[in-house]
């Protein structure tokens, strides 16, 4: 079982940044591909960045590339997504999960953190 807890969220103004961790327990990171998902109020979890096992790929969606950077510390057990230039429309509650593929598809993850709030005001 991997454990993943996310951190760094919370309110920020838009053209802002937030660096969000998602620290893993349970098991070593090493081997797991990582996503970043987001879900807004009344829409359904969306993919935001994805890196491969050793950090060595990395993929975004459309709306946040060029704003957003997904990176994997395997020595800390830990993966982050540096979020610059943030716009209201990135307000949502944030999401890591594990997965020992990688993949931009929700349901492809076996593991996933609790959230945390990422709000941006205009």
């Known amino acids: 079982q991997v454990q993943l807890v996310e951190s760094g969220g919370g309110l920020v103004q838009a053209g802002g940044s937030l660096r969000l961790s998602c620290t893993a327990s349970?098991?070593?990171?090493?081997?797991?591909?990582m996503g970043w998902f987001c879900q807004a109020p009344g829409k359904e979890r969306e993919f935001v960045a994805g890196?491969?096992?050793?950090?060595?790929?990395?993929y975004y969606a459309d709306s946040v590339k060029g704003r957003f950077t997904i990176t994997k510390d395997n020595a800390k057990n830990t993966v982050y997504l540096q979020m610059n230039s943030l716009k209201p429309e990135d307000t949502a509650v944030y999401y890591c999960?594990?997965?020992?593929?990688?993949?931009?598809?929700?349901?492809?993850?076996?593991?996933w953190g609790q959230g945390t709030q990422v709000t941006v005001s205009s």
């Open positions: 349970g098991r070593t990171l090493s081997f797991y591909g």
């Open positions: 999960a594990a997965d020992l593929t990688h993949s931009r598809l929700a349901n492809a993850y076996d593991y």
């Open positions: 890196i491969t096992w050793n950090g060595g790929n990395t």
